[in-house]
């Protein structure tokens, strides 16, 4: 959590402040741009002539003491002159004069603060604090402010036509609300936007988001009826658990497309877990914004391809697909595409079948895809697209065109759009033509989107499908029932005798495996049955005599974690031989591997079902970040895992457990009986309280758990978990 999200006042943090509060910045009265300047080669010139260039519907006070004029506007000396109401103040001078500025526009009573000069928070301590000062200040008044070191915003509502950016190139009106924590990618953004038909209601650079933050432009947008679409490029998170709140809900109402970059596992390296060794910061952050239902795009050009699809197409009801093409290669190369992505290639009935064989020619292909071959025109893909569009067993089409020398793109693309607009399901057009072609729709928004290729296509596709399917589910799972670990007076028992085991760790940090596995029955998580005995031949037979053969035999060592690569296992020992033999063994063999050997554990040799893994990995940013998958000793060569993130509720643990590749493992194959899903569920939900209730807890893996047919034979065979300080 960076400063400005820990520092907030609670009122800059309750939904519904955020649109009446940066109304200020987006939609001002009146601007002072102070550092104007006359300089054709400067920021201070540029911000003020876009600002009048694109007609802004207020008024403009530029503030410059060694001007008379600037651009046919009267400049004064600074904000105290003015003698109008200011809304928004764009500060643009010197490092050093900007927290005297400021504090001269507190005083001057401006509603927004728009502060361009970098500088700050991003060059060091020194800038750190200077930035803490402008922070502290803004939100003494109760102003709210964008930057330090932002390019600025823009508003292309037609009542505001507000661009208080020094961006060269000017923005198109749309129903894209767009932010970026990076100002010279915002430059760049804005450049690409031309060539492409998407259009934009706001765009922010946060800049070092000192006091607005990407969560409060989310709040600003959620109600707002001109934003169809929020896409966000973010560098970092300053606040992901209160993101996760305002995501989710605002996800219900409208799409977020996220890029997010710095992908690394550095993390993971220092990770002494396998949920710690596999998740990395990089998984964390996909599973944060999987389970709050925002989209996330890999590249700035992809985040654009899905932002035109959810702009101008409904949601799909269904993954089926139906494509349209007068040319074989694209459309193998489309279906490919729509496989991969996790989409379905949509059954055509046979009467859409007959209906099209009625007018196409018979060297057509009448399958899906639809291949319509190079002759088809105009008439022909309308027709053809309404077919398949009416086939009930189609969500969405994918439209190909490889234009032929006597065919008009244009007049094909109107048919598409005919056939589109009176169907509710989202079309897509892969339309290879010319560079004029392109030119001449760019501007075109009674069209559908338009790609230059399949692949692209049926990602915005995929992607649309991946949002539709998040909205359609339940948006709450009911809360645990009374006895469960977190409810009544018996959670209350269960947590301090938690706190009384987690009190016990040793070196490292680490619970011995007595107190693990009395961690998880303390939560209601079967374990196989165990005793823990000192070394000592005499107990350890006692040990397995109580338990019954065959037994298996775990070696107990202060240092020891990955017991597999001390040999300190050993499985389904059946007399009192093997295990005498087997523990003279191991004392020799996990003393050789530099272990000092304190004791043994004696469990039941559990069989039957599948091996799979539960595990927990505290970012600290992000909090506990829980992982379900197939497990054993080669979880970490197969990574068949997935993640989610607090809060986690019962369909996305269910979503974690069923989203596996292997989960045919577990459903059951070849007359195999399945696992029981809904124990391993609930295991899911046990560990997130046990760990939302315990934060101590660093890490947990329970691995393997054997996932069995009948409840009674699932159980943990093995677990560690590491206990750090409490947080502050």
Same mark, same amino acid.
């Given at each position: 959590?960076?400063?400005?999200e820990?520092?907030?006042?609670?009122?800059?943090?309750?939904?519904?402040?955020?649109?009446?509060?940066? #109304?200020?910045?987006?939609?001002?009265?009146?601007?002072?741009?102070?550092?104007?300047?006359?300089?054709?080669?400067?920021?201070?010139?540029?911000?003020?002539?876009?600002?009048?260039?694109?007609?802004?519907?207020?008024?403009?006070?530029?503030?410059?003491?060694?001007?008379?004029?600037?651009?046919?506007?009267?400049?004064?000396?600074?904000?105290?002159?003015?003698?109008?109401?200011?809304?928004?103040?764009?500060?643009m001078?010197?490092? #050093?004069?900007?927290?005297?500025?400021?504090?001269?526009?507190?005083?001057?009573?401006?509603?927004g603060?728009v502060?361009?000069?970098?500088?700050?928070? =991003?060059?060091?301590?020194?800038?750190?604090?200077?930035?803490?000062r402008?922070?502290a200040?803004?939100?003494?008044a109760?102003?709210?402010?964008?930057?330090?070191?932002?390019?600025?915003?823009?508003n292309?509502?037609?009542?505001v036509?507000?661009?208080?950016?020094?961006?060269?190139?000017?923005?198109?009106?749309?129903?894209?609300?767009?932010?970026s924590?990076?100002?010279a990618?915002?430059?760049?953004?804005?450049?690409?936007?031309?060539?492409?038909?998407?259009?934009?209601?706001q765009?922010?650079?946060?800049?070092?988001?000192?006091?607005?933050?990407?969560?409060?432009?989310?709040?600003?947008?959620?109600?707002?009826?001109?934003?169809?679409?929020?896409?966000?490029?973010l560098?970092?998170?300053?606040?992901?658990?209160?993101?996760?709140?305002?995501?989710?809900?605002?996800?219900r109402?409208?799409?977020?497309?996220?890029v997010?970059?710095?992908?690394?596992?550095?993390?993971?390296?220092?990770?002494?877990s396998?949920?710690?060794a596999?998740?990395?910061?990089d998984?964390?952050?996909?599973?944060?914004? =999987?389970?709050?239902?925002?989209?996330?795009?890999?590249?700035?050009?992809?985040?654009f391809?899905?932002?035109?699809?959810?702009?101008?197409?409904p949601l799909?009801?269904?993954?089926?697909v139906?494509?349209?093409?007068?040319?074989?290669?694209?459309a193998?190369?489309?279906?490919?595409?729509?496989?991969?992505?996790?989409?379905?290639l949509?059954?055509?009935?046979?009467?859409?079948?007959d209906?099209?064989?009625?007018?196409?020619?018979?060297e057509?292909s009448? %399958?899906?895809?639809?291949d319509?071959?190079?002759?088809a025109?105009?008439?022909?893909?309308?027709?053809?697209?309404?077919?398949?569009?009416?086939?009930?067993?189609?969500?969405?089409?994918?439209?190909?065109?490889?234009t032929?020398?006597?065919?008009?793109p244009?007049?094909i693309?109107?048919?598409?759009?005919?056939?589109?607009?009176?169907?509710?399901?989202?079309?897509?057009?892969?339309?290879?033509?010319?560079?004029e072609?392109?030119?001449?729709?760019?501007?075109?928004?009674?069209l559908?989107?338009v790609?230059?290729f399949?692949e692209?296509?049926?990602?915005?596709?995929a992607?649309?499908?991946?949002?539709?399917?998040?909205?359609?589910?339940?948006?709450?799972?009911?809360?645990? %029932?009374?006895?469960?670990?977190?409810? @009544?007076?018996?959670?209350?028992?269960?947590d301090?005798?938690?706190?009384?085991l987690?009190?016990?760790?040793?070196? %490292?940090?680490?619970?011995g495996?007595?107190?693990?596995?009395?961690?998880?029955?303390?939560?209601?998580?079967?374990?196989?049955r165990?005793?823990?005995?000192?070394?000592? #031949?005499g107990?350890?037979?006692?040990?397995?005599?109580?338990?019954?053969?065959?037994?298996?035999?775990k070696?107990?060592?202060?240092?020891?974690?990955?017991?597999?690569?001390?040999?300190?296992?050993?499985?389904?020992?059946?007399g009192?031989?093997?295990l005498?033999?087997?523990?003279?063994?191991?004392?020799? =063999?996990? @003393?050789?591997?530099?272990h000092?050997?304190?004791?043994?554990?004696?469990?039941?040799?559990a069989?039957?079902?599948?091996?799979v893994?539960?595990?927990?990995?505290?970012?600290?940013?992000?909090?506990?970040?829980?992982m379900?998958?197939?497990?054993?000793?080669?979880?970490?060569v197969?990574?068949?895992?997935?993640?989610?993130?607090?809060?986690?509720?019962?369909w996305?643990?269910?979503?974690?457990?069923?989203?596996?590749?292997?989960?045919?493992?577990?459903?059951?194959?070849?007359?195999?009986?399945?696992?029981d899903?809904e124990?391993?569920?609930?295991?899911?939900?046990?560990?997130?309280?046990?760990?939302?209730?315990?934060?101590r807890i =660093?890490?947990?893996?329970?691995?393997p758990?054997?996932?069995?047919?009948?409840?009674?034979?699932?159980?943990a065979?093995?677990?560690?978990?590491?206990?750090?300080?409490?947080?502050?």
């Amino acid at each position: 959590m960076d400063d400005a999200e820990r520092s907030a006042p609670a009122d800059h943090l309750a939904p519904g402040n955020s649109r009446r509060e940066l #109304d200020a910045i987006f939609a001002p009265r009146s601007i002072a741009v102070i550092g104007a300047s006359r300089r054709r080669d400067s920021i201070g010139f540029a911000l003020l002539h876009n600002l009048v260039t694109n007609q802004f519907e207020g008024a403009i006070f530029p503030v410059n003491p060694h001007a008379g004029a600037i651009h046919s506007l009267r400049c004064y000396a600074s904000i105290a002159e003015i003698p109008d109401p200011i809304d928004l103040a764009v500060v643009m001078v010197p490092r #050093d004069a900007v927290e005297g500025v400021v504090e001269e526009c507190l005083a001057r009573g401006v509603r927004g603060l728009v502060v361009i000069t970098a500088g700050f928070a =991003e060059t060091g301590p020194e800038g750190a604090a200077r930035e803490e000062r402008l922070r502290a200040a803004v939100r003494a008044a109760g102003v709210r402010m964008i930057g330090p070191n932002c390019m600025g915003v823009i508003n292309t509502a037609a009542a505001v036509s507000l661009n208080a950016t020094f961006a060269p190139t000017p923005a198109r009106a749309g129903r894209l609300g767009f932010v970026s924590q990076s100002g010279a990618l915002g430059v760049a953004i804005l450049n690409v936007l031309q060539d492409l038909d998407v259009g934009l209601t706001q765009f922010v650079s946060m800049g070092n988001k000192a006091d607005v933050s990407g969560n409060d432009l989310l709040e600003y947008w959620e109600d707002d009826a001109e934003t169809r679409v929020i896409a966000m490029y973010l560098e970092s998170f300053g606040n992901p658990r209160r993101f996760t709140e305002i995501a989710k809900r605002v996800a219900r109402k409208k799409p977020i497309l996220v890029v997010k970059s710095g992908r690394t596992a550095e993390g993971a390296r220092a990770a002494t877990s396998h949920t710690g060794a596999i998740a990395g910061a990089d998984v964390t952050v996909s599973a944060l914004l =999987e389970q709050c239902g925002v989209l996330r795009a890999d590249t700035i050009e992809e985040l654009f391809d899905v932002a035109r699809a959810l702009a101008r197409s409904p949601l799909p009801a269904g993954h089926r697909v139906g494509i349209v093409t007068n040319a074989g290669g694209p459309a193998i190369m489309a279906t490919d595409a729509c496989i991969n992505l996790g989409l379905q290639l949509a059954q055509l009935q046979p009467a859409t079948v007959d209906g099209l064989r009625s007018f196409l020619p018979a060297e057509a292909s009448f %399958g899906n895809p639809v291949d319509m071959i190079a002759s088809a025109g105009a008439a022909e893909y309308g027709r053809t697209l309404a077919a398949v569009l009416d086939d009930p067993g189609v969500d969405m089409a994918l439209v190909i065109n490889v234009t032929p020398l006597l065919a008009n793109p244009i007049d094909i693309m109107h048919e598409i759009a005919a056939a589109t607009h009176e169907r509710a399901k989202p079309t897509l057009a892969v339309m290879m033509a010319t560079e004029e072609f392109y030119e001449t729709i760019k501007l075109r928004r009674d069209l559908p989107p338009v790609y230059r290729f399949p692949e692209s296509a049926a990602r915005a596709l995929a992607m649309l499908a991946r949002y539709a399917a998040w909205r359609r589910r339940p948006a709450a799972a009911p809360a645990p %029932g009374a006895g469960e670990p977190g409810v @009544g007076d018996a959670a209350d028992a269960a947590d301090a005798a938690v706190s009384a085991l987690l009190d016990r760790a040793g070196p %490292g940090g680490y619970l011995g495996p007595a107190e693990a596995f009395a961690v998880l029955e303390r939560y209601g998580i079967a374990v196989a049955r165990w005793r823990q005995v000192p070394d000592d #031949d005499g107990a350890l037979l006692a040990a397995a005599a109580e338990i019954g053969y065959p037994v298996v035999l775990k070696a107990v060592a202060p240092d020891l974690v990955h017991k597999s690569e001390a040999r300190a296992v050993r499985v389904d020992l059946r007399g009192k031989a093997e295990l005498a033999e087997a523990a003279a063994v191991m004392r020799r =063999e996990v @003393g050789a591997a530099g272990h000092r050997l304190s004791g043994f554990l004696v469990q039941e040799m559990a069989r039957g079902g599948h091996e799979v893994i539960f595990g927990v990995s505290t970012d600290p940013r992000f909090g506990p970040l829980l992982m379900f998958g197939l497990g054993g000793k080669y979880v970490e060569v197969f990574q068949d895992v997935r993640f989610g993130v607090l809060p986690l509720d019962t369909w996305e643990a269910g979503e974690m457990v069923r989203g596996i590749r292997g989960i045919k493992l577990l459903t059951g194959v070849r007359g195999e009986p399945g696992a029981d899903l809904e124990l391993l569920v609930e295991v899911l939900l046990r560990l997130a309280r046990l760990v939302a209730r315990h934060p101590r807890i =660093e890490e947990i893996d329970v691995n393997p758990f054997l996932a069995a047919p009948r409840r009674a034979e699932a159980k943990a065979l093995d677990v560690r978990i590491k206990v750090g300080r409490a947080p502050s």
